[in-house]
């Protein structure tokens, strides 16, 4: 069992960075994959970046490439989602969500956050 808990979004303008963090509590987390996903209105929910606990690889989806990275404090058990150069596209509910190692999907979900990107 794992329990998740978002912070960070808000509005932005075009441009500008945030940062989310994503607070984990659980027994094992070496065990998990932690993943962010954004859905935007009336879309699907999408893929954003991935990492694992137990070691250094992580995954960004190519439409935020060179503008979002993911990280991890693991002293905190805090994961990030760094967002640079927002655009309006970008905006959507960013939520947090952790998975098992080599599960494809995501069993335990944070609430979510809002992120508003204004052109």
């Known amino acids: 069992q794992v329990q998740l808990v978002e912070s960070g979004g808000g509005l932005v303008q075009a441009g500008a960075s945030l940062r989310l963090s994503c607070a984990v509590s659980g027994r094992r987390l070496d065990l998990y994959v932690m993943g962010w996903l954004r859905q935007a209105p009336g879309k699907e929910r999408e893929f954003v970046a991935a990492?694992?606990?137990?070691?250094?690889?992580?995954s960004i989806a190519d439409s935020v490439k060179g503008r979002f990275t993911i990280s991890r404090d693991n002293m905190r058990n805090t994961v990030y989602l760094q967002m640079y150069d927002l655009k309006p596209e970008d905006t959507a509910v960013y939520y947090c969500?952790?998975?098992?190692?080599?599960?494809?999907?995501?069993?335990?979900w944070g609430q979510g956050t809002q992120v508003t990107v204004s052109s």
């Open positions: 969500a952790a998975k098992p190692r080599g599960n494809s999907a995501y069993d335990w």
């Open positions: 990492i694992s606990w137990s070691d250094i690889r992580t």
